[in-house]
């Protein structure tokens, strides 16, 4: 009995001491929390009083694996005020922390021969290792390289020192004592074997930052990188090329990188280990960049640039596209295929005679970028062991999953991914606009339709996107370990690790939010005319958010301890604020056109907002750049955000094109209403508000305004009882909002119509109110419909989800606009019928019969499997299901469906025809598209019977469709961004009367 409770107070006590090292942090793949602050048992000490271990590594071990342990060290002394002292020995002593790699250290290699550690889990595994107590030391032994370090950095961050320490001023978590739980700890080779950064699109701001910092972009900037990558248990690096040469402008910067442990590439446009800076260099001496004149001297130029850097750990990017990442030749694919197929011979050669062994030995990946894809489709292949990288369509959505006559393949697939992007559609640069949720999905059907051999991420600066960063490098390493609904769970251990346990989850909100409503509409494709002023409160709402957003970030700095403020600056407050800006700009801006055009003379105050905002802009900036942490940052902020007209960068930032109203010379009304655009008393049509009805039971504004100087006074009667005014008149100089509701009580039944008479001395304006009182639906589960046209449905809110024969349809929380979305599991899931397919049901109300065009807003999800098609189906009641092209709405960015190509292509199929422009899509408004919405509306007709209760089917056809939000019967008449609001309603009406609706 006694063993038993001393047992249980060491439970007790070890629990104890883990939630306070772990800080509420939930277990996301990795090794669980080790780190205690008080000894639990035989629990090794790595701080106890004054004393720390020293840290002991063979002389003779990899250089990287010696200057990890350094960092191991210095990283002790940021939590505890006191060093571990590294000792480079091969003898053991007692009480300290032994670091090593299998088979590169006699200090490890001799602890195995004597059998006190076992490493036959991890030997010979790529990039795993163990940390285990042994007797009075502590072992860190790693398969290779590179997972040593991995071993060292893990133990780093457990004891409190962020990743992000240097590239983001995380704070470092202080201890006076620090222990390691006895054990054994197996850390498991990655599930995708390469991951790492592509720097692009690295001018002005990282090209700027770099030069006020370290007189450019050389190996004194590119060391803190390589720990960075290193720390995130990452191993690859796409250098920065934009009139960069990392292997020329700083020839120390290759050969730190390998001893760091880095495996270094190039862009998916330079070959063999060749920058373009290197080429365009020499333009004069080597000639053009055309294979099909100029291959020898190409030749030579690559064999150069091989025999330079073969001793280094390379994946060589094989093939060629034309000078300057653009499609190579003339345009005719056939030809550019057959001079590729060429050059991929002609460099494989150059490749066994450099190392001098078969290249299928020496890693390379061949890039499926743009047109290239084409080529591929036609039947261009590389061979086998040479990986397939392909990549999204620059915006964050993969354009193929893993083919199924690929995933033998010796070389792998892989995967080139945007969270940046300079060029075509659009450039999407400056800030964070892209949320874990979407991340998780997007990588999850690349990982699990076999694309796992290589994820390189274009990262733009590095900075601000550092969240995305950390998420991709966390998942690659274990795509299985996050789930769709621990996305929150992610977030929350991510400003854990960086800003401890007590304000975590504000501020995983704010940034989840920040990135959200970035995502809903990108800063650089904002346009005045995106949201509505006029209906639904759209405008409103999206500006309140905002608001809101920037209140809780600001609340919240004021609570950050000092050595957290510059972190929380550039993590939290920063993007928060300066996307918030830049939205309200943009909505300022709207809201003076649209005033500037009614005659309100509020529109100046909206064009003062606006300038007012766009001067804030320039001075959050110049705090990040001049201000955090003592200059660090100089220049990182450059980019220019406002006021894009095409897809590239403008020379500077400038506001959106706004109006000044000159009032009249004395007080006169002037009267505007929700759901028109159109001002009052000089419009043609008699001002009119929306239908009200008694089952959604709408309130609708009138707006007041004086066109000229002075005060205006105004009365507002309703000539029917059950017509309800906010106030029955007002003093305004500028405008005053009424409100219009109805008395559903005192309201007769049927439709009725009676008007607001606004009057302003002999002026008078009347604003017709149309009502319908009719009896609601006897049902018994909330459903969603209504009387009065367009209203939506979120696809989360289904009233059934019926499993199919290999499928069904799963919740994915905050991804997309709204609260969640449907997407399927799992993603591998072959094809359907609707007979076998899982389906969604949904309970409507339809006021009307006929004809019914319901919309499905679907994530924009790429045509990833041409061969076979991307579907959906949708039906009402027992209705045969409609299975409709998912694509309808794709933008061709890269010109794949053109007939020229659809002839040469083995799998494409062309486009289906978009039909009929709705306000919902709005396909010939300026910056919308499927891309830029970051949603893809599908229209089908259905035929309903009759009036009343229904249930709507959407089946899965095709597994990698991602259901969002329905919307039915779309109103032109009052056209929006975002669609009707949702309205569940929860009980029916109590009328007696039977109204038919015509």
Partial sequence: ???????????????????????????????????????????????????????????????????????????????????????????????????????????????????????????????????????????????????????????????????????????????????????????????????????????????????????????????????????????????????NAFNEDDPMSPVLADEYGIVMGTSHHEPMMRSQKEYTKRQKEIGAWDYTTNAENLKKFWTEGLERNKSYDNLITMGMRGDGDVAMGKGDDKENIQTLRNVVSDQREIIR???????????????????????????????????????????????????????????????YYHIDMNGGPWNDRWINTTTVPKLREQLSLAYNTGIDRIWIVNVGDLKPKEVPIDFIMRYAWDPNAISADQTDDYMRNWATGIFGKEHASEIADIVSKYSKYNLIRKPEVQDPRIFSFVNYNEADKVLKKWKELTNQAEALEKKMPNDAKDAYYQLVLYPAKASAGVAEIYLAAGRNNLYAKQGRISANDQANRARELFELDKQLSERYNKLVDGNKWQNMMSDVHIGYRQWSMPRENSLPTMTEVTPLSSPAIGVAVEGSTNAWPNAEVQAELPQFDVLDKQQYFIDVFNRGTGMIAFTAKPDKPWIKVSASGGHTAKEQRLYVTIDWKAAPEGKNSGNVEISQGDTKILVAVNMLKANAPLAKVPFYGGFSGEFSIPAHKFSANIAGANAKWKVLPNLGRAEACMGISPVTAPSATPDNAPRLEYNVFLGKGGNTKVCLGILPTQDINPSRGLRIAVSIDGGEPVITDARKGYVDTFNEYTPANLKNSLVLKPLPPLGADYALVSRRQQRRNEIFDNLRWLDVDLDVKQPGMHTLKVFMIDPELVLENIVINPDNDHPSYLGAPPIEHQTASTLKSKIVIK
């Fill in 1 to 243: 009995m006694i063993k038993r409770k001393v047992l249980c107070y060491g439970v007790i006590l070890w629990m104890i001491c883990f939630v306070t090292m772990a800080e509420g942090q939930t277990q996301l793949g990795g090794l669980p929390q080790y780190i205690t602050q008080n000894p639990v048992g035989t629990s090794f000490p790595i701080k106890v009083g004054s004393k720390t271990a020293s840290i002991v590594v063979d002389p003779d071990d990899w250089k990287g694996v010696i200057g990890a342990a350094n960092d191991l060290g210095d990283d002790v002394r940021k939590v505890t005020g006191v060093p571990s002292i590294v000792v480079k020995s091969q003898q053991l002593s007692k009480g300290n922390i032994v670091v090593g790699t299998i088979g590169k250290s006699k200090l490890i290699d001799g602890l195995i021969a004597s059998g006190k550690i076992n490493v036959s889990t991890v030997k010979g595994k790529w990039e795993s290792f163990i940390i285990q107590t042994v007797g009075d030391n502590l072992v860190i032994a790693g398969s290779d390289k590179r997972g040593t370090i991995y071993g060292i950095y893990d133990v780093s961050e457990k004891i409190g020192v962020s990743p992000w320490y240097w590239w983001a001023d995380a704070p470092v978590k202080k201890s006076n004592a620090l222990y390691i739980k006895a054990g054994k700890y197996i850390q498991a080779s990655p599930k995708v074997k390469y991951r790492g950064i592509f720097i692009n699109d690295e001018s002005p701001s990282f090209s700027g930052w770099a030069k006020a910092n370290f007189g450019g972009i050389n190996s004194k900037a590119y060391v803190h990188m390589f720990e960075l990558l290193l720390r995130l248990k990452a191993n690859y690096l796409w250098p920065a090329m934009w009139g």
């Fill in 353 to 415: 005679k450099v190392y001098g062994k078969d290249p299928a030995e020496v890693p390379q990946l061949w890039a499926i970028f743009t047109e290239v894809q084409r080529y591929y489709d036609a039947g261009m292949n590389v061979p086998d062991d040479v990986t397939l990288l392909f990549c999204d369509n620059n915006w964050g959505y993969i354009r193929r999953t893993g083919p199924a006559k690929e995933l033998k393949r010796k070389g792998g697939l892989g995967m």
